[in-house]
């Protein structure tokens, strides 16, 4: 089963799994969108798992001659990524999204009808990598070859059985590549624009999307702005408008630019300081998933990322708890964001990761 998204990268992954001969079905799951297989309305093409999408992947399908599938499940996606997108701002975190979708729905829930329809493997346009371990007698994940493209930081939930049962045909390309594949074969997708944001908000305007979501709420009330002192600078206009890191838009004038650096949601206060005091020693990660299983013999020096376009810093890892690790940087790093995955790699090869509850 390829997943398809209806994006340049999953319709050159049907083709180079068609190539290689395997018997290829595609897959579209529906995210988005009133109608499963309706028309495109205006402005749907940036959404992903909009109907646009699924009529896209269908007609890279047409073209390889294989079967298309479309999944409905807005009703999924719903429940395991945009309701807790919007808990998570609402209780001043930074959540990520992309990598609930990831885990959720292309992995959970692909690999669920996988199983059903008697197929073998689940193949994404993801640009990562397995192995087989001969020593270990496990499946690795690595980083992609181009670490310009490497998505193995939203892949850090994958088990050994989920990767038993992966593909990933991305793996040693470029984008260019890719692209040039899919214009070699005539793909309607061959220029689609990749999304820059989150695609169930491509505006930005989480805030907005928020209160027509759930509501307004207490994140949405003005506050105090203060430092970490407790000093009173100013008022905000509501925490769910400000991020871990964001520096314009704040509204206090200062000697220097002030950056956001927590929230105290309990207090509805928005806490700001000098770029200096972004900077933390470490990060206590929970919701711990490590690829290989077991628990992480440690202390350990890893590499790890807070961000998805952070390159991997130097770390020593720890299992503090049954569902905890406690990550400290070599040297202090900025703006690790509660909510945010923790990421731990040993040079190419992700160990696992979890969420990040708190910075130290």
């Known amino acids: ?49 909009s109907a646009r999408d699924v009529e896209d992947a269908r007609a890279v399908c047409r073209r390889l001659d294989i079967f298309h599938d ?26 990520n999204p992309c990598v609930d979708c990831n885990r959720f729905l292309k992995f959970e829930a692909l690999q669920k009808r996988r199983r059903e329809m008697g197929l073998d493997y689940v193949a994404t346009g993801h640009y990562a990598r397995r192995r087989w371990d001969a020593a270990t007698e496990r499946w690795q994940l690595l980083r992609a070859s181009d670490p310009a493209k490497d998505q193995s930081y939203v892949l850090y939930h994958l088990t050994q059985d989920t990767l038993a049962h992966m593909l990933f045909p991305l793996g040693e390309l470029t984008k260019d590549e890719v692209r040039e594949l899919a214009r070699a074969h005539g793909f309607v997708t061959a220029e689609k624009p990749e999304s820059q944001d989150i695609c169930f908000v491509p505006d930005g305007d989480y805030a907005g999307f928020i209160e027509g979501h759930c509501g307004a709420g207490a994140a949405f009330e003005p506050g105090e702005i203060v430092n970490r002192g407790g000093r009173v600078l100013g008022e905000h206009a509501g925490l769910i408008r400000y991020t871990i890191g964001q520096r314009k838009g704040i509204g206090v004038a200062a000697r220097e630019p002030l950056y956001v650096l927590g929230k105290d949601a309990s207090a509805n206060r928005l806490v700001v300081g000098f770029k ?24 350990r020096n890893v590499q790890v990322k807070t961000h998805y376009r952070q390159r991997p810093v130097p770390a020593v890892a720890e299992q503090t708890g049954p569902d905890e690790l406690t990550v400290t940087f070599d040297e202090p790093q900025r703006a690790a964001a509660p909510g945010q995955a923790a990421v731990l790699y040993e040079g190419d090869v992700v160990l696992g990761g979890g969420t990040i509850a708190r910075t130290f």
């Open 1 to 49: 089963m390829a997943a398809m998204s209806g994006g340049v990268d999953s319709s050159v992954c049907a083709l180079l799994l068609q190539e290689a001969g395997f018997d290829v079905r595609g897959a579209t799951m529906v995210l988005r969108g009133g109608e499963v297989l309706g028309d495109a309305g205006e402005g749907e093409g940036s959404t992903c798992g």
């Open 70 to 95: 479309a999944f409905d499940l807005r009703d999924r996606f719903d429940a395991a990524v945009v309701r807790p997108f919007c808990d998570a701002y609402l209780a001043g975190r930074t959540p």
């Open 276 to 299: 200096d005091e972004l900077l933390s020693s470490g990060v206590v990660a929970c919701d711990v998933n490590l690829i290989g299983g077991g628990v992480l013999e440690g202390p």
